[in-house]
């Protein structure tokens, strides 16, 4: 009986996040960013403006 070895455990094949630079996008934002919870965000990419973008679509939508 021969032994088992584990499989390999290689890296994901993405960049790293720069940190103090938006991750958002492919290619990514590079806008200077805060770390959230989602990771490195712009005033843009930020998930409050995020989720009032999406608030004004679907508002725009039920019109």
Same mark, same amino acid.
């Given at each position: 009986?021969?032994?088992?070895?584990?499989?390999?455990?290689?890296? $994901?094949?993405?960049?790293?996040?720069t940190?103090?630079q =938006? /991750?958002?996008? %492919? *290619?990514?934002?590079?806008? $200077?960013?805060?770390?959230y919870?989602?990771?490195?965000? =712009? /005033?843009?990419? %930020? *998930?409050?403006?995020w989720?009032?973008?999406?608030?004004a679509?679907?508002d725009?939508?039920a019109?």
């Amino acid at each position: 009986m021969s032994e088992q070895r584990p499989a390999a455990i290689t890296p $994901p094949p993405y960049p790293k996040n720069t940190p103090y630079q =938006c /991750d958002t996008g %492919n *290619p990514v934002c590079g806008r $200077p960013a805060r770390l959230y919870a989602g990771g490195w965000r =712009c /005033d843009i990419h %930020n *998930p409050a403006a995020w989720a009032s973008r999406q608030a004004a679509a679907s508002d725009d939508t039920a019109a």
